[in-house]
């Protein structure tokens, strides 16, 4: 599994950065390798998020970050925010059973 982590630090209208970024993941959601995608917003500051993707390769990953249904909006969204994208490898998970 391949997990991408992206902070986010929104400098623009907020309503504006979520509305792209649901068009961002709605476009994710249908490319082949999605698995998931999960949105934080800090509790402290809120205009901090942060994105949690979950693909089963990273060629997936990088063949949708390619596709104009990506660029597009991505190249709106950096109008409205900073970003620190990264991909990430798991070494451990907890849960309670």
Do not use: C
Not at 32 to 52: C, K, M, N, Q
Not at 72 to 94: N, Y
Request: net charge negative; proline share 5%.
């Amino acid at each position: 599994m391949h997990h991408f982590i992206n902070r986010y630090t929104v400098t623009g209208d907020v309503e504006e950065f979520r509305r792209l970024l649901g068009m961002l993941s709605a476009y994710m959601r249908e490319q082949p390798g999605f698995a998931a995608h999960r949105l934080y917003r800090s509790a402290r500051d809120e205009r901090t998020f942060v994105e949690i993707a979950e693909w089963t390769d990273p060629e997936a990953h990088r063949a949708a970050l390619a596709g104009e249904g990506f660029q597009g909006p991505v190249a709106e969204l950096r109008k409205l925010a900073t970003a620190d994208p990264s991909p990430f490898e798991l070494l451990s998970t907890h849960s309670r059973s």
